[in-house]
C-alpha cells in the first residue's frame, strides 16, 4: 500500500471514529510507530486532523472549537431528552425547592420539560435560576415557576449570560441543585468548557449548588476543551446515555460521583 493510500484510511478512520491510537494504527496497517507518527505529521500539516499524546483527533475536536448553539440543538436529540427526564426526575418534590438550570443545549431540554412543569402539590414552589436566554425565555410562560434570570453580558454564540456581575450573583445564592452542562468530561482533566468567561460562570455555578448534576450525552465523555471549570469530585451526580469508558468510569468512583445511565 503507497503511504499516500494509507494516509488517506488514516484520515477517514479519524473523521469516523472521532480518534485514533498509534498502536492501532501501527496493528492495522502492519507498519511501525515510527511510521505512524510520520503519517500523522503529514496529515496534520494537511489539516486533515490533530496531533495529541499517543494519538490523533479529528479537527473539529480542536480544544477551542464550539459549535452555535443552534448548530447543537438538533444533535443527539433523542440522547438529550433521555438525559432530561431523568434530570426532572431529580428535581425536589418540596415546599420551597430552587434549582440552577446552566446554559446548554442538553439543560435546555431540561427547560422544555419543566415549561410545562405543574407543582406535585398544591402550594409547593419551584424557584428556577438560569443565565440561559433561551430555557429563561420558555419559562417565563409557566406561572408555577418562581422564574430568576441572572444579569450579566449576554455570550452570542451560547446564548449564556456570564461576566463578573453573574459570578457575583451567583456567590449570594445557594440553591438546592444545579443541573450543568459540559463540552467534556475527562478522568484526569475534570469538566471542561471552551471559552473562559463561560467556565468561570459554570465554575461559580458549581460552588453554589448544594448538589451539583451534570448533563452530558456521551460524545462529552473522555473528551477535554480549553478550560476546566470543576473537578470530577466537585459534582454529585453524572447523567448520560451510555456506559463511560473503564478509565472514566474508575475516575468517576474513586470521586464518588453516582453515574445513571437514561
Known amino acids: 500500500m503507497f503511504a499516500e493510500e494509507r494516509q488517506l484510511l488514516i484520515a477517514t478512520l479519524v473523521s469516523d471514529r472521532g480518534r485514533v491510537t498509534v498502536s ?3 496493528s492495522r496497517f502492519n507498519i511501525t510507530s515510527e511510521t505512524v507518527r510520520r503519517d500523522l505529521d503529514t496529515l496534520e500539516t494537511a ?15 480542536m480544544s477551542m472549537s ?14 438529550k431528552t433521555r438525559i432530561a427526564e431523568a434530570a ?3 428535581i425536589p418534590t418540596s415546599r420551597t425547592g430552587s434549582i440552577i438550570l446552566d446554559a446548554g443545549t442538553t439543560t435546555e431540554r431540561l427547560g422544555d420539560l419543566l415549561a410545562t412543569w405543574t407543582p406535585p402539590a398544591p402550594g409547593d414552589q419551584l ?21 430568576h434570570v441572572l444579569g450579566g453580558r449576554v455570550r452570542g454564540l451560547t446564548s449564556a449570560i456570564v461576566g463578573s456581575s453573574t459570578i457575583e ?3 449570594a445564592l445557594r440553591p438546592d441543585i444545579a443541573f450543568i452542562g459540559a463540552n467534556g468530561i475527562n478522568a484526569q482533566f475534570g469538566l471542561s468548557t471552551p471559552d473562559s468567561v463561560e467556565a468561570a460562570v459554570k465554575s461559580a455555578i458549581v460552588r453554589a449548588a448544594r448538589r451539583v448534576v451534570a448533563l452530558a450525552d456521551s460524545s462529552k465523555l473522555d473528551e477535554e476543551t480549553l478550560v476546566c471549570f470543576a473537578a470530577l469530585a466537585d459534582i454529585d451526580t453524572l447523567i448520560t446515555d451510555a456506559a463511560p469508558s473503564a478509565e472514566l468510569a474508575a475516575a468517576l468512583a474513586a470521586a464518588d460521583v453516582e453515574v445513571v445511565i437514561a
Do not use: C, F, Y
Open 127 to 147: 424557584l428556577v435560576i438560569t443565565n440561559a436566554l433561551p430555557i429563561a425565555w420558555k419559562l417565563s410562560n409557566n406561572t408555577a415557576i418562581h422564574l
Open 66 to 79: 464550539e459549535p452555535s448553539i443552534q448548530e447543537r440543538q438538533s444533535q443527539r436529540l433523542d440522547q
Open 47 to 61: 489539516r486533515q486532523l490533530r496531533r495529541v499524546h499517543g494519538g490523533a483527533v479529528a479537527i473539529d475536536r
Open 169 to 171: 450573583q451567583l456567590s
Open 24 to 26: 492501532d494504527l501501527a
Open 88 to 90: 426532572l426526575a431529580m
